[in-house]
């Protein structure tokens, strides 16, 4: 596991920034256009705040979460509304939001739908994750109905996902897709995740989904 520790919490949203942003960079010039794939949840938002006053080609930019809730946008638990108040602002504002939500009853309502929104800018560049003290990643949770088939290499783009960790119905990324991304990185914080993923390398990748990108992926840890 490639690991970087920093001194504190600050110090890792900063240089965490830096490197997405320079990793963007440099597929844009070279490619014209990149893809970013970034997580919800509080833990990211100072690296969103930073990343939005980047000045990239950020018209060139599609941004999709690696999951997303099946709530309204307008829930305090939606990913999506997250997004739009840290990241899709300022300059990254520009930047063009590859939607994981619609207005339907179940995310299998709209699976094709989605799934046909997010295909014509695959493979991801850059990946930014999370990780759950449950060695979850995205919403591929230890025990979900949906686990085996969306860690398997013939997972469609996206699946539905219900876990009782989850709380509500969940739309997610699958593991071929996140693990085809070019750049990868974990952001985790605290003694407790840190001893998380440490004991994700002993385990099965459906005990420990984190597992699927562990070998490719920087890992970002501050206490």
């Known amino acids: 596991m490639n690991l970087i520790e920093y ?4 110090l890792i949203m900063m240089a965490l920034a830096n490197k997405i942003a320079s990793e963007l960079g440099q597929t844009l010039r070279q490619h014209g256009r990149a893809t970013l794939s970034v997580p919800g949840g509080t833990t990211p938002g100072p690296v969103f705040d930073m990343l939005a006053g980047v000045d990239l080609d950020w018209a060139n930019v599609a941004v999709v979460l690696n999951d997303e ?10 990913n999506t509304r997250l997004l739009r108040q840290r990241l899709l602002q300022d300059k990254a504002a520009k930047a063009h939001l590859l939607p994981l939500h619609a207005d339907a009853p179940r995310p299998e309502d709209v699976l094709d739908q989605l799934s046909e929104g997010i295909t014509p800018y695959l493979p991801i560049s850059v990946l930014l994750v999370g990780m759950g003290t449950d060695m979850h ?3 591929l949770f230890p025990g979900a109905d ?6 398997s290499d013939a997972a469609p783009i996206l699946l539905p996902m219900r876990a009782e960790a989850a709380g509500e119905p969940r739309i ?5 897709v996140l693990k085809g991304a070019f750049h990868s990185h974990v952001l985790i914080t605290g003694d407790d995740k840190r001893a998380a993923i440490e004991r ?6 459906l005990e420990a989904p984190i597992r699927i990108i562990l070998g490719e992926a920087t890992v970002h840890w501050a206490e």
């Open 7 to 10: 001194a504190d919490r600050e």
């Open 69 to 78: 809730r099946w709530v309204p946008e307008d829930d305090p638990r939606s």
């Open 137 to 139: 990643t995205a919403s």
């Open 146 to 151: 949906r686990l085996e088939e969306a860690m």
């Open 172 to 176: 997610t990324l699958t593991a071929p």
């Open 200 to 205: 994700a390398e002993g385990l099965r990748d």
